[in-house]
């Protein structure tokens, strides 16, 4: 059984009837319990729980702290091609986005000089991003980016196109130790809808991938639905699910999840379910209740503003000082395709800063590889 046949369990009506008459006693309950259930999770992502915001603030940042320290984490992403073959309606790097702006995969050299200018900034994390292009940017390709980026970095993670189990034995052989994906979400109608084409279109395919990557010896697998999409009361809903799935099924790895919220969309996509500030402050609450130990990420997709504010509340990992085009920090210009504007334009030390004058240590080193084999 993999976690399409859980999901399989819980349609889009099972999970709108937790929702339903949820009231301020639930709530309470819920914010009461040690161990929470999906029931309770829904209540604290309800309506209802709107005016307990602050009682959920406080567990949240008492969990964070009692499974995290006061330490947040620090990555950078590194865009290794902006070529894609899917066209998901919401990306800038779409192959039908209409934006013309020149698309590269860079060299070995290229790659390397990104990685210099970020160790330069202190990093000891990155992210290696790609879009779709298996034939222009196949595995073997993206093993030896890894590889090229383990020789600078402690941590290396991959936020890329679906692979086999195979693909990742060969990816962590190399070097890599996290693998992002994100199902965008996990409304299979809406997901047909907004995936009209490319390898990404199947979902099942997609909805197992993290399984995959766990079953290959990937040590961290973050999760994520890209709010906007859908009724994020519902995605997220399902995003636990999976999370919980992920923490028993593939025990051996960390599970973290993300709250990529859609900001700056291609002109042909318009955002139906617009999710607010206060929206996503509950929302991030609420799933550290249910998942105390998972990682929160938090990228600069948010406004400064909005980063500072939340992050002591249950937030572990932060990128900062990012560039969303291949060759961003230094080795192409800035004319290069990038797949979304960011919001948080601070450089890591304005980053740094704000995070020690919070209260807690910035983290640039990965521990976990101590623990490795
Ligand atoms: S989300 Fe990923 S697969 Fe989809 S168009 Fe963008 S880069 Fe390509």
Redesign the pocket.
Same mark, same amino acid.
């Given at each position: 059984m993999s976690f399409v046949d859980e999901i399989g369990q819980w349609p889009r009506e099972r999970v709108v009837a937790l929702y339903e008459n949820v009231t301020e006693a639930d709530v309470l309950a819920a914010l009461g319990r040690g161990e929470r259930t999906l029931r309770d999770l829904a209540a604290l992502l309800s309506p209802a729980a709107r005016p307990h915001l602050e009682a959920m603030a406080r567990e949240a940042q008492r969990l964070t702290r009692w499974h995290f320290g006061r330490t947040v984490g620090l990555y950078a992403p590194i865009y290794i091609s902006n070529l *894609?073959a +899917?066209?998901?309606l919401y *990306?800038?790097? +779409?192959?039908c986005s209409g934006v013309q702006d020149e698309r590269v995969t860079l060299t070995d050299d290229q790659i390397g000089a990104e990685c210099v200018a970020l160790k330069n900034m202190g990093y000891d994390s990155v992210l290696l991003l790609t %879009?779709?292009a298996p034939k222009a940017v196949p595995p073997s390709r993206i093993a030896s980016a890894v590889a090229l980026a383990h020789r600078h970095f402690s941590s290396v993670s991959v936020e890329i196109?679906s692979l086999d189990e195979a693909d990742y034995r060969l990816l962590c052989y190399n070097g890599l130790e996290g693998v992002t994906l994100y199902q965008e979400t996990y409304d299979r109608e809406l997901y047909r809808e907004v995936h009209p084409r %490319?390898l990404?279109r199947d979902y099942e395919y997609r909805i197992d991938t993290l399984e995959r990557a766990g079953n290959g010896g990937v040590r961290k697998l973050t999760v994520g639905a890209l709010l906007g999409l859908f009724d994020w009361r519902i995605d997220l809903l399902w995003t636990a699910m999976h999370a919980r799935y992920l923490q028993k099924h593939c025990w051996r790895s960390a599970v973290a999840v993300s709250f990529p919220r859609l900001r700056h969309t291609p002109p042909r996509f318009r955002v139906d379910y617009p999710m607010s500030d206060a929206e996503l402050v509950q929302a991030i609450l609420a799933m550290r209740l249910f998942l105390p130990e998972a990682g929160f990420n938090l990228s600069t997709r948010e406004s400064a503003a909005f980063r500072d504010r939340v992050m002591p509340l249950g937030i572990t990992s932060m990128s900062a000082g990012s560039s969303t085009r291949p060759g961003g920090y230094g080795s192409k210009g800035v004319e290069v395709l990038e797949?979304f504007e960011v919001e948080d334009t601070r450089s890591p030390e304005e980053v740094v800063a704000m995070i020690r004058r919070a209260g807690y240590d910035p983290v640039w080193k990965d521990f976990d590889r101590a623990f490795r084999a």
């Open positions: *894609c +899917a066209d998901c *990306c800038g790097f +779409a192959v %879009g779709e196109y %490319g990404k797949q």
